[in-house]
């Protein structure tokens, strides 16, 4: 899992190259016969203003959508990665190719408003814990072909991120445990398998939380649990793990949660439900 003391990083350029080809693709086709109507020496200037309170997400992704079209749009950027910013504030201010500004507008507005939605629904959840030891945890629920951009958008707003698939670390759930034979079968080929990676096992009982305890869990997930349960559950672990709590987690009743002493909550609505910010672009020649 991902440390929150440090500053997110972007994925890689070639990842974030490819989110953009593959997003221009399927807008421009086999061209922007609306934007052909514009002379081609013509020239704009534009700005982007955000509508709402919201955290700012996406400006690599929105950079890289003109970089692709034109290398001569000049982007200046008023408002950070990871920063607030409230109704009516421009974000940036655009200027170049007027063919290119109208053909790249729609797509590189998309990333910024799905990006910055995500980073400000992390931000929520994690003001709501803030103070206590708990972190917010994202899930894989995550909006096909984007996850590494979603998981950086968490970063952006103060969360922390679960594993990015099912190759970097281990959580042995239910059905895994049935096709094992049992919680420590499971846990004790996880260990034979990948030794280097950190092994996770989701439990539903307090019963079970004690055999993944005796098993040598690393993390073990509450799931379901109900809240005089968590806080047992915090007492019976007494640090021997990391706990987390996930199951159907909203905001109501968070706070109560976080103050148990558990490492994390994990919210899949982070990156499932997410709802796009409003940006809107103002272009004029």
């Known amino acids: ?11 890689a350029a070639e990842q974030i190259q490819a989110d953009v080809t593959h997003a221009l693709e399927e807008d421009l086709g086999t061209g922007d016969v609306t934007a052909e109507l514009v002379p081609r020496t013509a020239w704009a200037e534009g700005r982007v203003i955000c509508r709402e309170d919201a955290v700012v997400c996406g400006r ?25 910013t409230g109704p009516d504030e421009a974000i940036c201010t655009l200027a170049g190719p007027a063919r290119a500004l109208l053909s790249g507008e729609r797509t590189a507005l998309n990333f910024l408003q799905t990006l910055s939605g995500t980073a400000t629904s992390a931000r929520h959840f994690a003001d709501i814990v803030a103070g206590t030891h708990a972190r917010i945890l994202d899930t894989r629920k995550t909006l096909p072909g984007l996850r590494a951009a979603q998981k950086y958008a968490v970063r952006c707003g103060g969360g922390t991120n679960h594993r990015q698939g099912l190759y970097d670390a281990i959580l042995i759930k239910e059905n895994h445990i049935v096709a094992c034979g049992s ?17 996770e096992v989701e439990v539903e009982s307090l ?18 649990f109900s809240l005089t349960d968590v806080e047992r559950a915090v007492a019976i672990t007494a640090r021997r793990a ?15 949660l976080a103050e148990t002493g558990i490492d994390y909550i994990s919210i899949g609505a982070i990156t499932k439900h997410v709802r796009a910010v409003d940006y809107s672009m103002r272009l004029s020649l």
């Not at 019963?207 to 379901?224: H, R, T, V």
């Not at 706990?243 to 968070?254: A, D, I, R, T």
């Open 1 to 11: 899992m991902c440390p929150t003391n440090v500053r997110p990083q972007p994925p």
């Open 60 to 84: 690599h992704w929105f950079n890289e959508v003109f970089r692709q079209l034109d290398d001569r749009v000049d982007i200046h950027w008023q408002a950070r990665e990871g920063q607030r």
């Open 183 to 199: 919680i420590a079968d499971a846990v004790a080929a996880a260990r034979a398998r990948a030794p280097e990676l950190s092994v």
């Open 207 to 224: 019963p079970e939380l004690e055999q993944a305890l005796s098993a040598g869990a690393d993390i073990i997930m509450l799931d379901n």
């Open 242 to 256: 990391r706990l987390e709590v996930s199951g159907n987690l909203g905001e109501q009743g968070l706070r109560e």
